[in-house]
């Protein structure tokens, strides 16, 4: 019979209020189990700890939403044949990232990038990319479950996937030969 390893277990006593505070890898992060000495043994108390929370410049978070809505060309969108949501969402998300101070890096995908890189190419963007990133969202057929996830990584690989989407379609379409 194989034996099963137990999870590395950190425990703290603290003998003021009579508490063994027991952290396992297998828990999430974010909760530690408080067993109180004089309790039965099988009534754990589930504490959440306080983590320290994405920090919000609040006194930018305004003032960059005003510009991301002037450089996507905001009015002209919500004017148009977009879902008026949708906009309101993909602004959201990337005042969101702009406006977080930390942690410095951010998960787009797979990979881990710069939390500044990926704020520099969000103040990049305009009215084009916007548009090719909801025209691409709303052409998706399955049913997407992390949307805001989707919708950062859509946004940051929208310089490169456009100039592939634009030269696949001419190629298609015949207009341009394969130079060979």
């Known amino acids: 019979m194989s034996s099963q390893s137990q999870a590395p277990k950190t ?4 003998p003021k ?14 909760v530690v189990l408080v067993i109180k000495k004089d309790a039965p043994v099988n009534t754990p108390t589930v504490k959440y700890r306080q983590t320290e929370a994405p920090k919000y410049n609040q006194a930018n978070f305004t003032a960059y939403e005003q ?3 002037e ?3 905001y009015s002209d ?19 969101d990232l702009i406006c977080t101070e930390n942690p410095s890096t951010v998960k787009l995908g ?5 939390r500044d890189i990926v704020r520099s190419v969000y103040l990049k963007l305009n009215h084009n990319h916007i548009s090719h990133v909801i025209s691409q969202y709303e052409a ?3 049913q997407i479950i992390h949307k805001t996830a989707y919708l950062r990584k859509m946004l940051y690989t929208c310089f490169q996937e456009m ?3 634009y030269t696949n379609a001419v190629r298609a379409d015949g207009l341009v030969g394969n130079a060979m």
């Open 71 to 73: 450089n996507i060309g």
């Open 11 to 14: 425990t703290i006593e603290n």
């Open 140 to 142: 998706q057929c399955h």
């Open 163 to 165: 100039d592939a989407h």
């Open 17 to 30: 209020d009579g508490t063994l505070t027991v952290d396992t890898d297998n828990q999430p992060p974010s």
């Open 77 to 95: 969108l919500t004017y148009g044949r977009y879902d008026n949501g949708l906009i309101d969402n993909i602004v959201s998300v990337m005042v």
């Open 110 to 114: 797979d990979e881990v990038k710069s």
């Open 67 to 69: 510009i991301i809505k």
